[in-house]
């Protein structure tokens, strides 16, 4: 059974960073698409990004896009979410889901991820605080 446990968060001024690893505990991480969501108190989960297993392609939700960045260590099983600029608005209890080959919810249309309920594992959650 493939364990995901999320780790790297914590209280951070805006503007600041943070990142978060994705760590797998006893299976290689890189034959999995991995993505990242987030719940912000009383918001709903939304996708953040992506990285997929067949070619490390990249994905990033329009808010995120140019400040996040998402990467694979292979070496490690463990897969980062580099967060840069933070925002107040940034805030929020951060997933990591694992889906196996073949891999379909990986995509640009970010809108249209399933909720990491439908992955095949997902962690517990880090926690962003970004304070103004």
């Known amino acids: 059974q493939l364990q995901l446990v999320e780790s790297g968060g914590g209280l951070v001024q805006s503007g600041g960073s943070l990142r978060l690893s994705c760590a797998a505990s006893?299976?290689?991480?890189?034959?999995?698409?991995i993505a990242w969501f987030r719940q912000a108190p009383g918001k709903e989960r939304e996708g953040v990004s992506c990285?997929?297993?067949?070619?490390?392609?990249?994905y990033y939700a329009d808010s995120v896009k140019g400040r996040f960045t998402i990467s694979r260590d292979n070496a490690k099983s463990t897969v980062y979410l580099q967060m840069n600029s933070l925002k107040p608005e940034d805030t929020a209890v951060y997933y990591c889901?694992?889906?196996?080959?073949?891999?379909?919810?990986?995509?640009?249309?970010?809108?249209?991820?399933?909720?990491?309920?439908?992955?095949?594992?997902w962690g517990q959650g880090t926690q962003v605080t970004v304070s103004s």
């Open positions: 889901t694992a889906e196996r080959p073949p891999a379909y919810y990986c995509s640009a249309y970010v809108s249209q991820w399933p909720d990491i309920l439908e992955y095949d594992y």
């Open positions: 006893e299976f290689p991480l890189e034959f999995y698409s």
């Open positions: 990285i997929s297993s067949s070619d490390d392609s990249t």
